[in-house]
């Protein structure tokens, strides 16, 4: 079975400063890996992904993410925080079930960032 | 392109009354998924349409809960009777499938509901 632990439940950052949201996978088999964000009231949005291709995913926002085999890991991060950054993060990493993409979420991060 | 469509935004029922969800997907993705979102956890998937018929529905509390995808499009999930623990976000995405390969999936802005 495949999984995934978000390790911080809420980060806290000044507006400017670097962003590290932590995640750690487990999967019996090279997994795709995933952020997603959720901005209150709103639906979720893809971040980034990993497929097996560059370790180092780059995705919007300016945000990116290092796939770690070695450290089944697969950290969040964002060189300088804006306001519009504070939401939900999910770490999420796919399964194939019969050939379909199965999505298994992580608890989640709430990223605050103060002024 | 417009997006996946959910309603209604939000509901407020009494236990043991039913309740239902409706949910139009991004035109052409034949991958409809229902996920249940409670407060503090990430969505978990409750069922899983491609087309018209069931892919998965191995998390789908089947006492109470139901959906279908009659034509493949639109799609409902019902929930009878209603439990104080369904209190949740209902969202449902979707997603281009070509052959055994699933591409990104779209999420709607779900359905919050309060069961009290």
């Known amino acids: 079975a495949q999984s995934v632990t978000q390790l911080d439940s809420h980060v806290s950052v000044s507006e400017g400063t670097p962003v590290l949201l932590r995640c750690n996978y487990s999967?019996?088999?090279?997994?795709?890996l995933f952020w997603y964000v959720q901005h209150p009231n709103k639906g979720l949005q893809l971040l980034l992904k990993?497929?097996?291709?560059?370790?180092l995913v780059k995705g919007i926002n300016g945000f990116e993410a290092e796939f770690k085999k070695s450290e089944t890991s697969f950290h969040l991060t964002k060189p300088s925080a804006h306001m519009s950054d504070a939401a939900e993060y999910f770490c999420?990493?796919?399964?194939?079930?019969?050939?379909?993409?199965?999505?298994?979420f992580g608890t989640g991060t709430r990223l605050l960032v103060s002024p | 392109e417009a997006g996946v469509a959910q309603s209604p935004r939000y509901k407020i029922i009494e236990k043991r009354q039913s309740v239902a969800f409706w949910c139009n997907p991004i035109?052409?993705?034949?991958?409809l998924y229902w996920y249940q979102q409670i407060l503090g956890q990430g969505p978990k998937l409750l069922i899983q349409?491609?087309?018209?018929?069931?892919?998965?529905d191995s998390q789908l509390p089947k006492d109470r809960f139901s959906a279908e995808r009659l034509k493949g499009v639109d799609s409902t999930l019902k929930i009878q009777p209603a439990k104080l623990e369904d209190s949740a976000v209902y969202l449902c995405?979707?997603?281009?499938?070509?052959?055994?390969?699933?591409?990104?999936?779209?999420f709607g802005p779900g359905t919050r509901l309060t069961v009290t």
């Open positions: 995405a979707s997603s281009f499938q070509e052959g055994h390969h699933s591409y990104e999936q779209y």
């Open positions: 990993y497929t097996s291709a560059a370790t």
């Open positions: 999967s019996s088999y090279s997994p795709s």
């Open positions: 999420v990493v796919s399964g194939v079930n019969t050939g379909f993409q199965k999505l298994v």
């Open positions: 349409f491609q087309n018209n018929g069931v892919v998965d």
């Open positions: 035109s052409g993705h034949a991958t």
